[in-house]
């Protein structure tokens, strides 16, 4: 079956423009991630989603970033006025977060962002 | 909130050979993950092992929660197995799967 997947898989843009980076979750999942992972180190935590509404946003690192899942499946990640510190790879999970299924999380592929 | 350790950070092996990754968290947990992270960066799931011992392959795992570790076992270690191992927890009463920094192996042919 079709996995997570990311869009657009590379992302180049100027210092103070604004971003939107997709994430499709595997069909039927309710809990969805967003992880930023700059190089050489481990994922992030950014967002969880449980269904449209944000369960945790705790790891945003400020107010220019912003995520939305309106019909609790797909997500956007926004960014505004980016910075150079903001390039990385973001990283979207999803998970079924059921009793039986539990919530093992699934990764997409990720989006390259590079802030010029 | 909760720390998660993981050793060796770097590890090289030669073709065949067999391997321990540790992962230490510093207080309980609901769920434990572990990954392989592919060249091309694409994280892979291994285990989701909360507690006990599961194997698949040559790969196999053990979580001790009690104990607040968890270890991966590679045997007859593939070029293929080269890459970045991460565990993840996750911390009852919280939705944030937590990271340790990785083991970067490499397999020599």
């Known amino acids: 079956g079709a996995g997570v997947s990311q869009t657009p898989s590379n992302k180049v843009t100027e210092k103070g423009k604004y971003v939107e980076l997709r994430c499709d979750p595997i069909s039927g999942h309710t809990a969805l991630y967003w992880y930023r992972q700059s190089l050489g180190q481990g994922p992030e935590f950014l967002i969880y989603f449980q269904g449209t509404g944000a369960a945790d946003d705790s790891g945003l690192p400020n107010d220019r970033f912003f995520a939305v899942r309106p019909e609790g499946s797909v997500s956007t990640l926004k960014i505004q006025r980016t910075e150079r510190g903001d390039s990385a790879v973001y990283l979207c999970?999803?998970?079924?977060?059921?009793?039986?299924?539990?919530?093992?999380?699934?990764f997409g592929p990720g989006t390259r962002l590079t802030v010029l | 909130g909760i720390q998660v350790e993981q050793s060796p950070p770097d590890l090289i092996l030669q073709e065949g050979a067999n391997s321990t990754l540790r992962c230490n968290f510093s207080d309980s947990v609901n769920n434990l993950q572990w990954f392989h992270q592919n060249p091309w960066g694409q994280l892979i799931n291994l285990f989701y092992i909360p507690s006990g011992t599961k194997q698949n392959g040559r790969l196999s795992a053990t979580t001790v929660a009690t104990e607040r570790y968890s270890l991966l076992y590679i045997s007859s270690s593939q070029t293929t197995d080269s890459g970045v191992y991460f565990c993840a927890a996750l911390t009852s009463g919280t939705y944030k799967y937590i990271f340790g920094t990785g083991t970067r192996l490499k397999v020599l042919a």
């Open positions: 999970a999803s998970s079924p977060w059921t009793t039986v299924e539990g919530n093992e999380q699934f």
